[in-house]
């Protein structure tokens, strides 16, 4: 399934602002993230970093992901 996804801060420097990644059936958050290193080795080692949500809430490795639903990967955040 082709699924569009938004990056945000450091993500959106290196790879742009969406890009389309191909995930092999059933497609879950953590094949999602497995594409997305495979396409942009230059984040393989962030994976287990990155957060990923999906229509707006965060998202685990094992959750499902469905066609339409909008997608979102960016990197831990922090405040003050």
């Not at 999602?32 to 809430?57: I, R």
Request: proline share 10%; hydrophobic share 40%; glycine share 6%.
């Amino acid at each position: 399934m082709r699924v569009q996804v938004q990056l945000f801060a450091s993500l959106r420097e290196h790879a742009g602002d969406t890009i389309v990644l191909d995930v092999p059936e059933p497609v879950t958050v953590g094949r999602l993230l497995q594409c997305f290193a495979e396409e942009h080795p230059y984040f393989k080692s962030a994976l287990p970093h990155l957060n990923v949500a999906v229509d707006l809430n965060y998202a685990r490795a094992d959750d499902p992901i469905r066609p339409g639903q909008e997608v979102a990967i960016f990197p831990p955040v922090s405040g003050g």
